[in-house]
């Protein structure tokens, strides 16, 4: 979703058919899935390489992952899960209680959709997806998806760059994610019209958010005002000068 020689954070804390209806009453609260990886240097942030050393993009992941994770997790409104794309011990006792899950797919619209039908099929009546790439995700945005969900099977919420930093469903269908092409321009209009071509109506919440994922990023999140503390502290000590 760090070779830094100093304890961070993290290490200071220890078919065409439509996919089934759950069969248990639907008793739980919505489920948030929190999609990351183990921030291993030279695998995540790779676009910040420009700016930052691998070692200090991991970490900077690490980070957003470990501020998202204690926002959603105290929210109790929301069954919160961490979903990393390899089993990796300081997320697992991030988590806690059986709260790590293994992205499972072949490519992101697999895993997004495997998850999806999981916490679906699990009895949650609504499942939301967000990306460790926006730590300053506005809650007004989240309001929205899960409002959006009450009237309609699938919402988007858009990012600043063309794709979109949450999806949230109430029901999935094969074919969801057929032929996007991520990290571009068009990807959320292009998912738009692969959810609509399954039969399910998508809706797209007002409000924009923004994923870290450039140089040019670094500088729009330094000035971001739900900026967390952890993250404006980082970004002072390893942000290139201009963030």
Same mark, same amino acid.
């Given at each position: 979703?760090?070779?830094?020689?100093?304890?961070?954070?993290?290490?200071?804390?220890?078919?065409?058919?439509?996919?089934?209806?759950?069969?248990m009453p639907q008793t739980r609260r919505p489920a948030l899935a929190l999609f990351a990886k183990a921030p291993h240097p030279g695998r995540v942030k790779?676009?910040?390489?420009?700016?930052?050393?691998?070692?200090?993009?991991?970490?900077?992941?690490?980070?957003?992952?470990?501020?998202?994770?204690?926002?959603?997790?105290?929210?109790?409104?929301?069954?919160?899960?961490?979903?990393?794309?390899?089993?990796?011990?300081?997320f697992e006792r991030l988590a806690g209680d059986g709260r790590l899950r293994i992205q499972r797919g072949s490519d992101l619209g697999a895993r997004m959709l495997n998850c999806l039908r999981e916490l679906l099929d699990e009895g949650h009546p609504k499942t939301l997806i967000v990306g460790s790439d926006a730590p300053t995700l506005p809650g007004?945005?989240?309001?929205?998806?899960?409002?959006?969900? !009450?009237?309609?099977?699938? #919402?988007?919420?858009?990012? &600043?760059? *063309?794709?979109?930093?949450?999806?949230?469903? %109430?029901? /999935?269908?094969?074919?969801?994610?057929?032929?996007?092409?991520?990290?571009? !321009?068009?990807?959320?209009? #292009?998912?738009?019209?692969? &959810?609509? *071509?399954?039969?399910?109506?998508?809706?797209? %919440?007002? /409000?924009?958010?923004f994923d870290v994922d450039t140089p040019s990023d670094l500088v729009r999140l330094a000035t971001d005002p739900a900026l967390p503390a952890s993250l404006g502290d980082w970004l002072r000590r390893f942000a290139p000068d201009g963030s």
């Open positions: 979703m760090g070779g830094l020689g100093r304890a961070t954070a993290l290490e200071r804390l220890a078919g065409p058919a439509e996919t089934a209806m759950p069969t790779t676009r910040l390489g420009s700016a930052l050393t691998l070692e200090v993009a991991a970490d900077f992941h690490k980070l957003c992952t470990v501020e998202l994770w204690r926002r959603f997790a105290a929210d109790r409104r929301l069954d919160t899960f961490l979903y990393c794309d390899v089993q990796w011990p300081p007004s945005q989240l309001e929205e998806a899960l409002a959006a969900l !009450d009237q309609c099977p699938v #919402v988007l919420g858009p990012s &600043i760059d *063309g794709g979109f930093t949450l999806i949230g469903a %109430t029901r /999935t269908r094969p074919g969801m994610f057929a032929g996007v092409r991520w990290s571009r !321009d068009d990807t959320r209009q #292009v998912c738009e019209k692969a &959810i609509a *071509g399954t039969g399910l109506a998508v809706r797209v %919440t007002p /409000t924009l958010a």
